[in-house]
């Protein structure tokens, strides 16, 4: 079935605002004071990315390809797989989206953000941070963790063994996901997308916070940069080696 270009991009919305709300939602749990989740593990949060891309990619993969992510769809677009005229459009309703996810997170977490005095846990819930403070750290990390997520979603997609069944391939992108953030997770969160990054990290520095400390725009490039230039090398290469 071919869908319009509107209701595509409500899903692209949608499908982001989901990612933002069970992602950030998870470190917003771990890492805000007061939560019944403080002080979990990483595994939880592993888990909270891992369905917040498996659940919009089940629910809107059929409907607009469920990129829920610019870098992606740049990635496409510059490998002649996605068009050009769309990019904008798609990008414009991953950043509403993912803003939108985040107001749902500060308003159902909003007593506990009050509570929490460590601003850069305070700034997690929201966008990504290197944990030692290295953009050269932070672009690596979120390079290699891009490549890995774009060149697995693209051949988990495309490849033969899922060709008769997408939704079983959707499933496993949520898998793909949550072993990223367990195994490279840690230097910088990740991030592996630029609006999961910039647009929370433009609502942190709205909203009147009690303890909001800085956005860190000096570092927000880096989740910006580092995966599109990942998304746009791993598509070229699984579309080079394997779909030529």
């Not at 941070?129 to 290295?134: F, L, Q």
């Not at 929370?200 to 009690?210: D, E, N």
Request: glycine share 12%; proline share 5%; charged share 10%.
């Amino acid at each position: 079935m071919d869908y319009s270009l509107m209701t595509r991009l409500a899903a692209e919305l949608l499908g982001t605002a989901l990612l933002i709300v069970l992602g950030n939602g998870a470190v917003a749990n771990v890492d805000l004071k007061g939560t019944k989740g403080y002080g979990s593990d990483w595994m939880l949060i592993a888990v909270g990315y891992g369905f917040g891309v498996m659940m919009p990619a089940m629910i809107f993969g059929g409907i607009s390809g469920n990129h829920i992510n610019p870098a992606f769809t740049i990635a496409l677009a510059s490998n002649g797989l996605f068009p050009w005229a769309e990019v904008v459009p798609y990008i414009v309703a991953q950043l509403l989206g993912a803003a939108l996810g985040q107001l749902i997170v500060v308003a159902c977490y909003k007593p506990y953000y009050d509570q929490t005095e460590d601003v850069n846990h305070v700034l997690g819930t929201f966008s990504t941070i290197n944990s030692v403070g290295s953009k050269f750290n932070g672009f690596v990390n979120e390079f290699f963790g891009s490549f890995v997520l774009f060149f697995g979603a693209l051949g988990i997609t495309k490849a033969p063994f899922f060709q008769d069944n997408l939704g079983t391939a959707h499933l496993a992108l949520g898998f793909l996901v949550w072993t990223l953030v367990a195994s490279l997770g840690g230097p910088t969160g990740p991030g592996l997308n630029p609006a999961r990054d910039f647009a929370p990290r433009l609502v942190h520095a709205l909203l009147p916070l009690k303890h909001k400390g800085s956005s860190q725009w000096d570092y927000a490039w880096v989740p910006v940069v580092a995966p599109i230039c990942a998304g746009i090398v791993a598509v070229f290469v699984y579309k080079a080696l394997f779909m030529a």
